[in-house]
């Protein structure tokens, strides 16, 4: 079973989302918190797989709490995904580079919302269906210069250029085919970039792609 927690202060959002998750075969609400103080102290005595986290709450606010619970070493295999009101929210990059696992917006549809929770467990980027490639790369553009790439010196060069490319927002299918190997092998160049640069998943192999300046805003395609 996947276990959700939800992190929301309006009772009603949590109440929809327990009824459309606690209806799946293959997941289950494990607890509710309406506050990021709640939601760091349950998410450590209940460690869900999945955190939906929104990010305007009191005492403490969802980045906020997301970068204590991505900060733990202990919680390193618990995913979070922000929950927005608006697609364009200003703090959707601030919450990936924070370590949530992506993002969506509240009015998005049931079987979205069940795709998503289920998605971000096999260690997927998670964006809305309304929030496009273009807009990581507005956000990558509001962020700091570059850091220094030393940390690319870990990758072979095959895996620097599939890292570029995950940057870009290609699945394993697109960059299997822009390099004409197998979806297998590209997962596999994916993956060991991950682990070489202790990336949690794919959102912050694209965050690192930008901060590094392997990827930069406008190379979208």
Do not use: C
């Amino acid at each position: 079973m996947i276990r959700v927690l939800l992190a929301d202060d309006q009772s009603l959002v949590r109440a929809g989302f327990r009824a459309l998750l606690d209806a799946q075969p293959d997941i289950e609400v494990a607890g509710e918190a309406a506050d990021g103080e709640e939601a760091s102290r349950l998410v450590r005595e209940l460690a869900p797989d999945v955190v939906l986290m929104d990010i305007r709450m009191p005492l403490l606010d969802g980045l906020a709490a997301t970068r204590r619970i991505t900060g733990d070493a202990g919680l390193k295999d618990v995913r979070v995904v922000m929950l927005t009101t608006f697609e364009l929210d200003e703090y959707v990059f601030e919450a990936i580079r924070s370590g949530a696992s992506g993002f969506l917006v509240k009015d998005t549809e049931p079987e979205e919302l069940v795709r998503a929770v289920r998605a971000v467990v096999e260690g997927a980027a998670l964006l809305s269906p309304g929030v496009t490639r273009r807009l990581i790369a507005e956000f990558a553009a509001r962020s700091k210069e570059p850091a220094a790439a030393d940390a690319l010196a870990r990758l072979t060069e095959r895996e620097r250029e599939v890292m570029a490319l995950v940057g870009i927002g290609l699945s394993n299918e697109e960059i299997a085919r822009r390099l004409v190997v197998s979806p297998l092998t590209a997962k596999t160049h994916v993956s060991r970039a991950m682990v070489k640069l202790g990336a949690r998943d794919r959102a912050q192999l694209v965050v690192l792609a930008y901060e590094s300046g392997l990827v930069r805003p406008g190379w979208l395609g």
